[in-house]
């Protein structure tokens, strides 16, 4: 059989491993290959010196990840052995070595004295594993052979000069003449167990090539690295020894890899499915295997079974059976003018020796020809002597029928002959049929590899879409990366369209999206600019107006067909990919609005014009489960932030104040509350406030702010004076002001919404709750189209320790929980807790989308994150009811390294530099918010550090602007005051 393998048609290397690797940054199938390469590049070549590794590809080898293998003083060839057992290496190649491990002899299928000689401590043998390194000086020393007579037709050079090409063994030839053992005649006088023992010719030409190794290679010494805890196992021919490789008898599961089944439950424990597409009831018993194949039920495959290579065209054939102890295999074949396919059916305990009487179907030739009708003449030709009939060149397996083409009933009734007048006998003598050995050489492998590799993507396609559609926590980007990689991103954006078209839920239609949006990416391969920015293409604006409708499948659509526009380079692809994003976050501010669901007023009496309502907010420090309470993960997998209300030097940093005036127009000023050149806005039409949306417009949030409490309606075809008139007799004057540094990362910006919305709400006759207002600021943002989550507004807004939760459900509730602390714990936490603010700016808006493009990759190091920011919430939580003040520290440092893990990049060098200086002096530390700059908190290990940490920042070089503020927590909250009326500023 040569190198052929009965149960894969590419051979013993490209054999598919029921194994998954989780880490791989592609999806793809694992086969032998991977394995051995990883072994070779991971395990045994680290530490080895310059020189050529050589691995045989026909066995399943495991080696462990440090496999202690010296290599001082090494010079020449190093063979690796496994253990096995005395009984094993009846039938294998053992090495012979000293107590230094140095290889004495080489023995093959040895007698059992010479494999008692081998033995080891441990009652196993060292196996020849098929690995070989060669010293550079050993290699080059070999590779000088192939220009000397006979050798020089070793190669293919040697076949274009016309001389009689030599086949030398690695083991029985090159390597056999360096033992040390060995004895010149001995070596010329044998012969490779690979060569017949008939050929006198072969055998007369070998002993010159012999020679001529022993000349070169004699003085190069070779030594054995054996490997106690690895296994070893030649892949034979022998189908139970096959199974038992795939489906380990004390494997407690059932190994589902790179499949998609509808019905595991069916599958019995013990039994593999790999890379296959199960639809409907497939039952698959203990010890059996299926590859490749795309069946649909209901079909009963039974135990001890090696099933591969079928689609839904062949399962017809397989329903009404049930199949043991057989190999039923399809095989793409090129035959003289045709393309087709064909199919073997054996029995597992069949033979496939050219020796012995043989078997097939598990039962002697004599009694299948008794079951079938089959004669002899069938299979073999009449001058074929009868002791040359064997398995392999039995004329048994159709490749041409003269109507039809072949399937696997072809060879399925030969288990159970019915009455049927020989009419499968009669069909089965009809065609044309080759044995084993002929169907080889037409065996199309490219073919098969090209079909294995669409039923791959396949499954994996109808497994994302499952994981989609059942919010499963399931990255997709190492599938998107298989799917660019093999020219093929068609079917999987295609299947995402549908995804997203088909949702009921805005999660998993902007999950699908983002999705597209990878796809894009990957396609650009790293060119074509950053991703990371605007989404506000005149060209996009269509797609993008029916998702704002609520027009789902007519925006997926609309979005498709101007996708394909933007295909053809990698700039394009990155602006697609963008818009993709953006067309996400429209989905995201939906899901968030569900948020209005949970904010509630009362009527109160309208102040009087002129007549200032003043609101005053703290600012927040997050102590605990940032990013968790960010949209989409705050509704997809739940959030809960620990967080502190907070003065900043004794002061209220933040506050809004409002009023009715009688002019029906809309005055706001931003601004320090101190400053008389605050920017001034008036909007005196619509027109004025159409800009609310962009974020960066002159007062945008404040123009929000209005749209939000409901006191303009944007869309309405009342121009703004009669609205304004119409409802509170004139317009209003909104004032809102922060005292720190823009970028702070205390949540200034949502916490000034809450502000301006409660004193807005206020001057306009309605009183609006807290846990309102806290809702109310998430659909604010949502239409300034900031985004962001709720930590802020939770931590500004209600006083004192606090932990805010939501549900992994949509509509979005935050519900708020206070923390209750043992006595004059609050007053030693105020004497602990200082602010540093870093002089750096932080810069939110590419973190969010980088944080967010990884959520919805579903990256496990996030999604594993994200369960750390939660449960450390309640453990944070609980460390304040107990009053421990290293402990928070210690739950701090945790909190900076899971912030680092969710957005990489988000500590800037010159901040690294200030927390090392501080770290002596601290329980531990944290940059607030997304990090990135802003102010850093501290936790110090002694009360009122002030003064004693500006000397030691003093002392640092390289720190810039910085400086050191007091702080503590704020037990009131949002306040707000009607003061009486004064002259407008």
């Not at 290496?89 to 107590?99: C, I, K, R």
């Not at 090159?174 to 044998?190: E, T």
């Not at 894009?520 to 600019?529: I, R, S, V």
């Not at 600012?619 to 489960?625: H, I, K």
């Amino acid at each position: 059989m040569g190198r052929d393998f009965p149960f894969n048609d590419c051979g013993r290397a490209f054999t598919c491993l029921p194994v998954e690797n989780p880490q791989a940054s592609v999806e793809a199938l694992v086969c032998n290959l991977d394995c051995l390469l990883d072994v070779m590049t991971h395990r045994l070549g680290p530490g080895s010196p310059p020189g050529v590794w050589v691995c045989s590809t026909d066995m399943l080898l495991s080696v462990p990840a440090n496999p202690g293998i010296c290599w001082d003083g090494f010079r020449g060839a190093r063979v690796i052995a496994l253990p096995g057992s005395p009984a094993y290496a009846l039938n294998h190649g053992v090495y012979l070595t000293d107590a230094q491990g140095i290889v004495l002899d080489i023995y093959y299928q040895g007698t059992e004295a010479e494999i008692q000689r081998c033995v080891r401590a441990d009652g196993q043998v060292p196996l020849v594993s098929g690995i070989v390194f060669f010293s550079v000086e050993t290699a080059e020393h070999l590779l000088a052979t192939h220009v000397s007579p006979p050798l020089d037709a070793c190669t293919y050079m040697g076949l274009d000069s016309g001389v009689r090409p030599v086949q030398l063994s690695l083991f029985f030839d090159i390597l056999l003449c360096m033992a040390w053992n060995m004895s010149r005649d001995n070596f010329l006088a044998g012969r490779p167990p690979e060569m017949g023992q008939g050929d006198m010719d072969a055998a007369d030409y070998l002993q010159g090539a012999r020679a001529q190794l022993w000349r070169e290679l004699r003085d190069q010494p070779l030594t054995m690295a054996y490997i106690p805890d690895g296994s070893y196992s030649y892949m034979t021919s022998s189908a139970s020894e096959f199974l038992h490789n795939f489906t380990p008898p004390g494997e407690p599961r059932v190994q589902i890899v790179h499949s998609q089944v509808e019905e595991p439950q069916l599958l019995e424990t013990g039994s593999s499915v790999v890379s296959c597409l199960l639809e409907g009831p497939v039952h698959l018993g203990a010890g059996s295997v299926l590859q490749h194949c795309h069946l649909r039920g209901p079909i009963h495959i039974g135990t001890g079974c090696f099933v591969s290579d079928l689609d839904t065209a062949q399962s017809e054939a397989l329903r009404g059976l049930e199949l043991h102890d057989l190999v039923l295999q399809g095989h793409c074949v090129r035959l003289p003018g045709s393309l087709g396919r064909a199919f073997t059916l054996v029995g597992r305990l069949d033979s496939w020796e050219r020796q012995g009487a043989g078997t097939y179907l598990n039962m002697s030739w004599s009694e299948f020809f008794k079951k079938t009708g089959i004669r002899d003449w069938d299979l073999w030709d009449p001058d074929t002597s009868p002791t040359e009939h064997h398995l392999l060149n039995a004329r048994l397996f159709p490749v041409l029928h003269p109507s039809r083409a072949p399937g696997p009933q072809d060879m399925l009734w030969m288990l159970d002959p019915q009455e049927d007048g020989g009419k499968a006998l009669r069909a089965w003598r009809a065609s044309w049929r080759l044995s084993w050995e002929q169907l080889q050489p037409h065996l199309d492998r490219a073919a098969t590899l090209a079909s294995r590799r669409d039923l791959f993507f396949c499954q994996a396609l109808q497994k994302a879409r499952h994981a989609l559609e059942t919010r499963q926590d399931l990255s997709l980007r190492p599938l998107i990366r298989a799917a660019v990689h093999e020219g093929c991103p068609g079917p999987l954006l295609a299947m995402l369209d549908q995804v997203a078209a088909g949702a009921r839920d805005p999660g998993v239609a902007a999950r699908a999206l983002a999705c597209v949006a990878d796809v894009l990416g990957c396609m650009a391969e790293g060119q074509g600019g950053l991703r990371s920015g605007p989404a506000a293409n005149p060209e996009w604006m269509r797609p993008f107006s029916f998702l704002e409708c609520g027009d789902l499948a007519r925006g997926v659509e609309a979005l498709a067909q101007e996708r394909d526009k933007w295909l053809s380079r990698p700039a394009l692809l990155v602006r697609a990919a963008r818009h993709y994003e953006g067309a996400g976050q429209i989905l995201i501010r939906q899901a968030v609005m569900t948020a209005r669901d949970f904010i509630s007023m009362e009527p109160v009496q309208l102040p009087a014009p002129g007549q200032w309502v003043v609101a005053k907010c703290p600012a927040r420090v997050d102590f605990s489960g940032g990013w968790s309470d960010t949209p989409p993960l705050a509704y997809e997998h739940g959030g809960a932030v620990l967080g502190l209300a907070v003065r900043v030097d004794g002061r209220r940093p933040i506050g809004a104040r409002a009023r009715r005036i009688l002019e029906p127009e809309l005055w706001l000023a931003v601004g320090s509350r101190q400053d008389e050149k605050a920017v001034k806005i008036v909007c005196q039409s619509l027109h004025d406030l159409h800009d609310y949306c962009q974020p960066h417009a002159p007062g945008a949030l404040l123009k929000a702010a209005f749209i939000c409490a409901g006191i303009v309606h944007i869309h309405s075809e009342l121009p703004l004076h009669q609205q304004l008139l119409q409802t509170f007799g004139g317009g209003f004057e909104l004032h809102t002001w922060s005292e720190l540094p823009h970028g702070s990362g205390l949540g200034t910006s949502s916490i000034l919404a809450g502000a301006a919305l409660a004193a807005l709400q206020r001057a306009a006759g309605r009183a609006v709750g807290t846990e309102a207002l806290i809702h109310a600021v998430l659909h604010l943002e949502q239409v300034l189209t900031t985004g962001g989550g709720w930590q802020d507004q939770v931590g500004g807004l209600m006083p004192g320790i606090k932990v805010g939760r939501s549900r992994p459900q949509l509509p979005l509730k935050v519900e708020v929980e206070e923390i209750t602390v043992p006595e004059g714990f609050v007053q030693k936490l105020n004497e602990h807790l200082l602010l540093v603010y870093t002089g750096k700016t932080r810069l939110a808006r590419n973190l969010l989308q980088d944080v967010l493009r990884s959520w919805y990759a579903r990256l496990p190091a996030v999604v594993h994150n994200a369960h750390s920011l939660v449960q450390q919430t309640e453990k944070c939580a609980e460390a304040f009811r107990q009053g421990s003040l290293p402990l928070l520290g210690l739950y701090l440092t945790s909190y900076w390294e899971q912030k680092k893990l969710m957005a990489p990049g988000c500590e800037p060098l010159a901040v690294r530099q200030m927390m090392d200086v501080l770290a002596p002096y601290v329980h531990g530390q944290s940059l607030a918010g997304a990090g990135g700059g802003g102010f850093l908190y501290l936790l110090t290990k002694e009360p009122r550090q002030k003064e004693v940490l500006e000397a030691v920042l003093a002392k640092t070089k390289g720190l810039g602007n910085y400086s050191v503020h007091l702080v503590e927590v704020d037990m009131q909250g949002l306040s707000l005051q009607l003061l009486g009326s004064e002259v407008s500023t």
